[in-house]
């Protein structure tokens, strides 16, 4: 056969889609989902019997309690695979104060060592707060040295600060965010991509694909912004293009966790929440 005829047999031939299938991504919910009546072990219980897999749990320095979270999650099968610290917002790191400095800095050595405790391998981490009292260029100043003082426990501990996107008006464009990941040159600080905070001003598939293998891990909430009044909504009832998502995660190659952060509810609730994740990462949303 001539080259120019299978070359134009080829151009005939029915284009082939990209092989569908679910995505290999673990799901997990933040604690505060559940419901707060309930002791550690029902509660975890209570994220395995809706379809959990994973839990995300906040710094916890009461080493007995800290305990019978181990215990609940140890008892449920539920692995605990990260810490969300807790100090970052009244203490952040960007602060000129040194005091409020060290309280964060505090913080966040309870949350690594909660981390190591419990078996997570990661952190989340907001990097810092730009406001009226902190400059930007301070904000990425001042956040870089002082990450930079944990990176030898992280090390140590084997834990990564996964840095989040939040409305803390820093790291506004995910070139920025990833070089910002990237100036640490450790592979202990990775990103901490929330799906639904980017809504406000960017796209998330585009946040994905520039961030690629930065990403440790996943927040999922969906967000609707509605004549600039921005809102919080129900998985796959915003504005999040979720085919979008699931395309932009098959392409990177995402294969860790993704955590759901919403409002608390009532086992049927929680039911629903995971079936609609299911969709996400099937990619039929």
């Known amino acids: 056969m001539e080259r120019r005829s299978f070359l134009a047999g080829l151009a005939a031939l029915p284009a082939v889609a990209p092989?569908?299938?679910?995505?290999?991504?673990?799901?997990?919910?933040?604690?505060s989902m559940l419901p707060r009546d309930l002791s550690y072990a029902d509660r975890f219980k209570m994220a395995?019997?809706?379809?959990?897999?994973?839990?995300?749990?906040?710094?916890?320095?009461?080493?007995?309690?800290?305990?019978?979270?181990?215990?609940?999650a140890q008892a449920a099968g539920v692995r605990i695979h990260s810490v969300m610290n807790q100090a970052h917002w009244k203490?952040?790191?960007?602060?000129?104060?040194?005091?409020?400095?060290?309280?964060?800095?505090?913080?966040?050595?309870?949350?690594?060592?909660?981390?190591?405790?419990?078996?997570?391998?990661?952190?989340?981490?907001?990097?810092?707060?730009?406001?009226?009292?902190?400059?930007?260029?301070?904000?990425?100043?001042?956040?870089?040295?002082?990450i930079r003082k944990l990176l030898p426990l992280a090390q140590e501990l084997k834990v990564v600060i996964a840095?989040?996107?939040?409305?803390?008006?820093?790291?506004?464009?995910?070139?920025?965010?990833?070089?910002?990941?990237?100036?640490?040159?450790?592979?202990?600080?990775?990103a901490y991509f929330d799906v639904g905070n980017i809504i406000p001003y960017g796209f998330p598939q585009d946040w994905i694909r520039t961030l690629g293998s930065r990403i440790a891990k996943l927040h999922l909430k969906d967000c609707s912004v509605r004549k600039n009044q921005i809102s919080y909504v129900a998985l796959r009832e915003g504005d999040v293009n979720w085919r979008a998502v699931y395309e932009a995660l098959a392409e990177t190659g995402f294969s860790g966790t993704a955590t759901c952060e919403l409002a608390a509810g009532d086992e049927a609730y929680l039911r629903d929440v995971s079936q609609r994740v299911d969709m996400i990462l099937a990619g039929t949303a």
């Not at 092989?19 to 604690?31: E, S, W």
């Not at 809706?50 to 710094?59: K, L, S, Y």
């Not at 050595?109 to 405790?117: D, I, M, P, T």
Request: glycine fraction near 4%; hydrophobic fraction near 40%.
């Open 19 to 31: 092989a569908a299938g679910r995505l290999p991504i673990k799901k997990a919910l933040y604690i």
């Open 48 to 72: 395995r019997d809706t379809g959990f897999e994973e839990m995300e749990v906040g710094t916890t320095p009461d080493q007995k309690e800290a305990e019978e979270i181990r215990k609940a």
């Open 91 to 146: 203490f952040p790191l960007s602060s000129a104060d040194p005091s409020v400095v060290a309280e964060s800095i505090k913080g966040m050595e309870a949350s690594l060592r909660n981390a190591r405790f419990w078996g997570a391998d990661t952190v989340l981490l907001v990097p810092a707060v730009v406001n009226p009292e902190t400059s930007y260029r301070d904000a990425l100043t001042r956040s870089r040295e002082n």
């Open 163 to 190: 840095l989040e996107n939040v409305s803390n008006k820093f790291l506004l464009s995910p070139v920025e965010f990833a070089d910002y990941v990237d100036g640490f040159r450790s592979p202990w600080v990775r």
